[in-house]
T-cell receptor, first 111, second 117 residues
């Protein structure tokens, strides 16, 4: 079992839809969670990070963590074609600051 | 804030030559930087951790003599691909961690596309 699992998609939604992106993880020691967005042929961009269970909101984005289920989600409200990208979840492996990444979910928002 | 640059963005070189890629944190200091490689439609593969003033730590299977890393200052790390071969063609991305941050966030550069002919 991989330490971090993420559905590769692609996930295709119409413009304006609410998007739900998810990751599951196996190591209960993970305490810090990040979401990155990567456009084609670009470096990943940090969207959100959180280190507690519950929700964290930033504009149209909401990160949700359920440590009891080892499940994290990223919700995008009022999705736009410009949101079309690959979304990666990430968690620190240990105190070395290395990150474990999910495989990424490719999102396509249709105009 | 938290901007990381990479240079060059794209490079084509001949087999057998060496190529240097620079990674700079523009508005923060980074004692720790990371170098990744990414194949098309694949996730990031960590190659090595670069620590300012000390030797880099390489991941298993990464040849340290082929991928030379130098982190001479708090804002600059370089990756040199020595004696490049076509199989080294890839997208190389660096990231940096803000030394003053208590968190684990990494900020990524825009990447360098290397093509070895």
């Amino acid at each position: 079992q991989k330490e971090v699992e993420q559905d590769p998609g692609p996930l295709s939604v119409p413009e304006g839809a609410i998007v739900s992106l998810n990751c599951t993880y196996s190591n209960s020691a993970f305490q810090y969670f990040m979401w990155y967005r990567q456009y084609s042929r670009k470096g990943p961009e940090l969207l959100m990070y959180t280190y507690s269970s519950g929700n964290k909101e930033d504009g149209r984005f909401t990160a949700q963590v359920d440590k009891s289920s080892k499940y994290i989600s990223l919700f995008i409200r009022d999705s736009q074609p410009s949101d079309s990208a690959t979304y990666l979840c990430a968690m620190p492996l240990d105190s070395s600051y290395k990150l474990i990444f999910g495989s990424g979910t490719r999102l396509l928002v249709r105009p | 804030g938290a901007v990381v640059s990479q240079h060059p963005s794209r490079v084509i070189c001949k087999s057998g030559t060496s190529v240097k890629i620079e990674c700079r944190s523009l508005d923060f200091q980074a004692t720790t930087m990371f170098w990744y490689r990414q194949f098309p439609k694949k996730s990031l593969m960590l190659m090595a951790t670069s620590n300012e003033g000390s030797k880099a730590t390489y991941e298993q299977g990464v040849e340290k003599d082929k991928f030379l890393i130098n982190h001479a200052s708090l804002t600059l790390s370089t990756l040199t691909v020595t004696s490049a071969h076509p199989e080294d063609s890839s997208f190389y991305i660096c990231s940096a961690r803000d030394s003053t941050s208590g968190g684990y966030e990494q900020y990524f550069g825009p990447g360098t596309r290397l093509t070895v002919t």
